[in-house]
C-alpha cells in the first residue's frame, strides 16, 4: 500500500468486522473521510484512497490461532507503514476477548512492535460510550453496550465469563495481556489523568513497554488522545484497544481543528422487509432474536453442525424466500445448537452463502450480520470489498453501505452487530430506521 493522496491520520485494523466498523463510525463521527476494506487497500484503485484521512481494515483474526496471525499482520503491518501513516491501531473487542492460542492480541503485539520499530505500546482499556470501563487496570462491562446498566467485572461478567472459544477469567487488563507476550507493564491510572499529559507517567522509572491507559469517563477522551499523538515517542505510534482510540483520537483532533466534528446525518429509512443473519451465542443476541420473533419477523433456524460439515441445505432457501416475498422479515439463526462450539469460518461462510444466494431473488434494502468471531466470514463470503458509513443508528454498529464487484451485492446496506451490542429492540431498530 504506497502513500496515496493527502496523507492520512490512521490506519486501524480490526480484529473482526464488527469491531471494525465500531472503529468506523467513531472516526467518522469526528468528521474523517474513512472506508473499511476487506483486504488491503492496494487491491483497489488509488483513485478512491487519494482523498481518505483514514484507513481501515476488517480483519479476522479474532478467531486464528496464533501461527495463522504471524503471517496475517506481518504482511498487513508492512503495507501499513508503507503507506506513512503515523497512527496504527490494532482493534481489539472492547471486552478484549483473546488467549494465548486464540485470537492473541499479545501476538499481534509483538508483531507491530517488531515491524513498526517501537519501544512503547499504548493499550486503552476502556470504551465509555459502550458501557465499557477500565478502572485500576480492571476492565467492567455492562450486559449489551451503552450506560445505564448494571456493571459486572470482566472475570465475573455473565456472558464474557463464559464464551466459547475466549471465557474471561482474569479483569486486570495487565494479567490478561501478560498471559500473551512478555512485556513490562505500566499503568496510566484515572488518578494520574487529572494532570497535564506532560505529567503522565506508567511507571516510577518510566521503562514500561505497554502502557495501559485506564478511561471511566468520555471527557477523559480527548487528553488520551492528546498523549497518543503528542506523548509518545517514536515515528509511528502503535496502539491497542477497543474503538475508545478513535474516540479520543477524533476528539483531540477536533479539539486541535485538524478535524471538523459530523453532527449531521441523513435519516435511517424503513428497510421492509429484513434479513437478519446471526451466528452469535451471545445471551444478549438471544434477548434481541425473541423480540424480533414478538415483532413479527419470521424465524429459521439452521443447524449449525450440518451447515458447517454439508452446506446449507436447499429448503433453507426456500423457507426464507417464500417469506421475504411476502413481505416478511426474517431472521437466520443457530438457535440453541450455538451454545456447541463450531470453526467460525465454515459458519460465518455459510451464513454468507445465504445472504448471498437469497439476494440473486429477493431485492433487499438492507441486511444485518450479527455474531463477531462469524463476520469477517460472512463479509469475505458476501464478495465485500469495503464497506463506507452510511450514519449512526446504534452506538457501536453504524449503518454501512457496500462497495463490491457482484452487482447484487454493491450499493447494499449493511449493519455488523457485535454479539454484546444493543438493547433487545435491536432487529426492529434496524428494519424500522431512525429519523
Not at 483497489?44 to 495463522?68: C, F, M, N, Q, Y
Not at 448494571?150 to 477469567?169: G, I, N, Q, W
Not at 434494502?365 to 469475505?380: F, H, L, N, Q
Request: hydrophobic share 40%; glycine share 10%.
Amino acid at each position: 500500500m504506497q502513500q496515496t493522496g493527502k496523507n492520512k491520520l490512521l490506519a486501524f485494523y480490526g480484529d473482526d468486522f464488527t469491531g471494525a466498523t465500531d472503529a468506523l463510525e467513531c472516526i467518522c463521527k469526528a468528521g474523517a473521510k474513512a472506508l473499511l476494506f476487506m483486504e488491503l487497500p492496494q487491491q483497489l484503485d488509488a483513485e478512491r484512497l487519494k482523498d481518505l484521512d483514514v484507513i481501515g481494515i476488517a480483519g479476522k483474526t479474532r478467531s486464528l490461532p496464533v501461527a495463522g496471525m504471524k503471517a496475517i499482520l506481518s504482511e498487513a503491518f508492512e503495507k501499513i507503514k508503507a503507506a506513512g501513516v503515523r497512527q496504527v491501531h490494532y482493534k481489539v473487542c472492547s471486552t478484549f476477548d483473546s488467549s494465548p492460542a486464540i485470537g492473541s492480541i499479545g501476538c499481534a503485539m509483538e508483531v507491530g512492535q517488531a515491524v513498526f520499530n517501537t519501544n512503547t505500546i499504548p493499550v486503552l482499556g476502556g470504551a465509555p460510550s459502550l458501557g465499557r470501563y477500565c478502572v485500576f487496570g480492571n476492565l467492567f462491562a455492562g450486559m449489551g453496550t451503552g450506560g445505564n446498566r448494571e456493571m459486572y467485572r470482566l472475570d465475573r461478567h455473565p456472558s464474557m465469563s463464559k464464551h466459547p472459544v475466549t471465557p474471561a477469567d482474569e479483569s486486570d487488563l495487565r494479567l490478561h495481556l501478560s498471559r500473551q507476550l512478555s512485556r513490562t507493564f505500566g499503568l496510566i491510572d484515572i488518578l494520574q489523568q487529572d494532570k497535564p499529559v506532560q505529567e503522565w507517567s506508567a511507571t516510577p522509572d518510566g521503562d514500561a513497554e505497554v502502557i495501559l491507559i485506564d478511561a471511566l469517563y468520555g471527557r477523559q477522551l480527548p487528553k488520551i488522545g492528546e498523549w497518543l499523538d503528542t506523548g509518545v515517542p517514536g515515528a509511528i505510534v502503535f496502539s491497542v484497544g477497543g474503538s475508545g482510540v478513535e474516540t479520543a483520537l477524533g476528539a483531540y483532533w477536533n479539539r486541535t481543528g485538524i478535524l471538523q466534528r459530523k453532527e449531521q446525518w441523513p435519516a435511517v429509512a424503513v428497510a421492509d422487509p429484513l434479513l437478519v443473519v446471526s451466528g452469535s451465542c451471545s445471551p444478549v443476541t438471544a434477548k434481541q432474536i425473541a423480540y424480533a420473533r414478538s415483532c413479527g419477523f419470521n424465524e429459521v433456524i439452521i443447524d449449525a453442525i450440518s451447515v458447517c460439515n454439508n452446506g446449507v441445505p436447499s429448503n433453507v432457501f426456500e423457507v426464507i424466500n417464500k417469506a421475504l416475498a411476502s413481505g416478511s422479515s426474517v431472521i437466520v439463526h443457530t438457535g440453541s445448537k450455538a451454545e456447541e462450539n463450531v470453526p467460525s469460518e465454515k459458519l460465518g461462510t455459510a451464513l454468507g452463502t445465504i445472504v448471498k444466494q437469497v439476494l440473486y431473488h429477493n431485492k433487499l434494502k438492507r441486511v444485518v450480520i450479527a455474531g463477531g468471531d462469524t463476520s469477517s466470514y460472512t463479509a469475505r463470503a458476501m464478495e465485500i470489498a469495503a464497506v463506507e458509513m452510511i450514519a449512526p443508528i446504534v452506538t457501536g454498529a453504524p449503518l454501512c453501505r457496500a462497495i463490491s464487484s457482484n452487482k447484487y451485492i454493491d450499493g447494499l446496506e449493511l449493519n455488523f452487530k457485535g454479539g454484546q451490542v444493543g438493547d433487545e429492540d435491536y432487529f426492529e431498530v434496524l428494519r424500522a430506521g431512525r429519523e
